[in-house]
């Protein structure tokens, strides 16, 4: 974006930009306009990053004055690490990230939200041993093995609450698997009997032949019945040091992915899809991409991208318990400290 100077003395400039910091906003002026190069670090390759990857295809980033360096970090934990060390400025991964990293003594903040449900909270199994009776809900993966991303990634964290859930918590054998794709490979291989999964692998996974869902996050009323409401699942983040001293480089990259959200809104899933597919999603079959989409779009996608208060306590009531922390642990990460709309309000006019 640029902001016309013309007929603007320096001091008015000066003036301007001083009166807009102390309401608390960054200042948008010509010298702003240039933000220079930013990396950020998505997760995983997954359809729920759709607000990034049309912020990336559209070129949103450079209109508001960012070189964005993209990389795949490839799970919540090594985006968390990268996050951490400096090495990327903003990470997109579980909104359970900042909290965590709170925690551990690096204060991170929550700048967008993506969507209103984990929708790496599913269930997978085999079709060969859902048809045979063998696993046909939750507690059927008694003394068995299930698949996760990392120890304490946002996918352990959901096999350890469901698995609880059921009844069976002590009784599973939660296994690291690495990034998505791997966990595919090994529930299809046999080296686990059930993976958590996000809707695309889902839907992947049906569309192949041999994969059954036994716990679909996605279903309105399962969902309800399980969390009680909406749960920020993926959210975009940074370190609350940049927050405070680069609110300018924050307001340019909340503003893109708000511009791309408004995209996701307004435009069909097969709109989306030839947006994005060939450059960040051709590792998945086109019409699984497509079908979760519609379904994100549906009921998933925060669309206006603000996460509220009692959405970030449902997700910390799901982190506590001693699944990831203790209830003390988390008193110490309230909402006023681990989450900032402020960002996202100033780019709706709000």
């Known amino acids: 974006m640029t902001f016309p100077a013309r007929g603007l003395s320096r001091r008015q400039l000066l003036a301007g930009t001083a009166a807009t910091a ?29 607000a990034g990857y049309v912020a990336l295809k559209k070129g949103y980033f450079g209109e508001n004055g960012l070189e964005v360096d993209y990389l795949n970090s490839q799970s919540g934990p090594r985006t968390n690490q ?6 990327i400025l903003f990470g997109a991964t579980a909104a359970t990230a900042a909290p965590a990293l709170t925690l551990a003594g690096k204060p991170a903040t929550l700048i967008f939200g993506f969507d209103r449900k984990l929708t790496y909270a599913n269930v997978i199994v ?3 041993d859902y048809d045979s009776g063998k ?10 093995r299930v698949g996760a991303t990392q120890p304490q990634s946002s996918t352990w964290l ?3 609450y469901l698995m609880q859930q059921a009844g069976i918590g002590k009784q599973v054998d939660i296994r690291p698997l690495g990034d998505l794709a791997t966990m595919l490979g090994a529930l299809k291989t046999g080296s686990v009997s059930a993976s958590m999964a996000t809707q695309s692998m889902m839907e992947q996974a049906q569309a192949e032949g041999w994969g059954v869902p036994i716990f679909d996050a996605t279903a309105e009323q399962t969902w309800r019945t399980l969390m009680g409401g909406d749960v920020p699942g993926i959210a975009a983040l940074t370190l609350r040091d940049t927050v405070e001293r680069r609110p300018e480089v924050v307001q340019a990259f909340v503003s893109a992915l708000v511009k791309a959200q408004d995209f996701l809104n307004t ?4 709109e989306v899809t030839d947006t994005i597919y060939a450059d960040y999603l051709n590792a998945f079959p086109r019409e699984a991409i497509e079908k979760t989409i519609a379904l ?13 208060e009692d959405a970030y306590q449902h997700m910390t009531a799901i982190m506590g318990d001693d699944r990831q922390f203790s209830n003390e642990q988390l008193k110490q990460v309230p909402y006023s400290a681990c989450v900032d709309m402020r960002f ?3 780019a709706r006019g709000l």
Do not use: C, W
Request: cysteine-free; overall charge positive; hydrophobic content about 45%.
């Open 22 to 50: 102390l309401l608390g906003l960054p200042a948008l002026t010509r010298a702003q306009t240039r933000l220079g190069k930013v990396a950020y670090g998505q997760g995983s390759i997954d359809p729920f990053f759709a």
């Open 135 to 144: 696993i046909r809900e939750l507690k059927d993966l008694a003394g068995k």
């Open 267 to 270: 435009h069909s899933a097969a």
């Open 126 to 128: 085999r079709k060969e």
């Open 344 to 346: 996202v309000r100033h």
């Open 158 to 160: 959901m096999a350890v």
């Open 82 to 87: 990268l996050l951490a060390a400096g090495q």
């Open 296 to 308: 994100y779009q549906d009921s998933v996608f925060l669309k206006d991208n603000l996460i509220t």
